[in-house]
């Protein structure tokens, strides 16, 4: 035996209640989540203009502090000083993450304002990752995860072997990508040849894989580094970090965030 239910047809939506809050316009900005740390001031604006409205994932959030305090404070590199061989280098291994980059390179005034509106559109200069070629300021070209560390070895043989000695090299990469081999040779060897030019920078969010007995300065320090672990939003502690090398051996900082940054 079948049975049937006959419709009654649509039903009509309940009335709104005229006190709760009016709903959300898709088209404007998601809310920014109350306990995260406020953007560094001068980068907010490109932010939130490279942002228009997207949701970014946590990661790139997690590297705008150690950027703005690299370029702010630290780096020896202007607008006017990109192609100049005295100059620091910056390397962003984490590529991913790159919307914050962008952001700080035009607070910084290395790329037009303009540029932002069309991040990732087919014929924007600024790529989902970045590009040295078509991106003022830029070092490498980055995408698959596990290069920037080696490739930031190989810059400081290079600056060293001209006689270059007062340029440093930085390099950010995120503590999954120590689950990469080349990381892990990169590091060894440049313990084992003294690059003091050198300085890591690990945004660590607790996303690795395998991890490393100690944390992850002490994948670092095993073999021959100096390292410092900080608030990865503090800005006083990464300037202080980012500034205590010794210039003999390399060294790392570690930037501690919240998990899943």
Same mark, same amino acid.
């Given at each position: ?52 409205g997207?949701?970014?994932?946590? =990661? ?35 590529g991913?993450?790159?919307a ?6 035009a ?9 932002l509106?069309?991040? *990732? ?38 600056l ?13 990469? *995120?503590?999954?990508?120590l689950?990469?081999?080349? =990381? ?5 060897y ?15 969010n607790?996303?690795?894989t ?12 095993? =073999? ?15 300037h ?16 501690v ?5």
């Amino acid at each position: 035996m079948t049975t049937t239910t006959a419709s009654a047809g649509p039903v009509a939506a309940p009335p709104r209640d005229p006190s709760a809050p009016p709903p959300r316009d898709p088209s404007a900005p998601p809310p920014r989540d109350p306990t995260a740390p406020p953007l560094p001031g001068p980068v907010a604006p490109p932010y939130e203009r490279i942002r228009a409205g997207r949701e970014f994932g946590a =990661n790139v959030r997690s590297t705008v502090d150690v950027l703005w305090v690299l370029y702010d404070r630290v780096l020896r590199v202007t607008p006017e000083t990109v192609d100049d061989p005295g100059r620091d280098r910056f390397l962003l291994s984490k590529g991913h993450a790159v919307a914050g980059y962008y952001a700080v390179l035009a607070a910084k005034g290395f790329v037009p304002a303009d540029w932002l509106d069309d991040q *990732g559109g087919p014929d924007s200069r600024l790529g989902d990752h970045p590009d040295r070629l078509l991106v003022p300021g830029v070092e490498i070209g980055s995408g698959s995860l596990g290069h920037g560390l080696g490739l930031g070895v190989g810059t400081a043989l290079g600056l060293r072997a001209q006689g270059l000695l007062t340029p440093r090299v930085h390099v950010l990469l *995120g503590d999954a990508e120590l689950d990469e081999g080349s =990381n892990h040779e990169a590091i060894a060897y440049a313990g084992a040849t003294g690059l003091g030019s050198l300085t890591a920078i690990v945004i660590d969010n607790g996303s690795a894989t395998h991890g490393w007995p100690g944390g992850a300065a002490a994948r670092f320090t095993v =073999n021959g580094w100096t390292a410092t672990t900080v608030d990865g939003h503090d800005h006083e502690a990464l300037h202080t970090a980012l500034t205590g090398h010794d210039n003999h051996r390399p060294h790392v900082v570690v930037a501690v965030v919240d998990q899943g940054e």
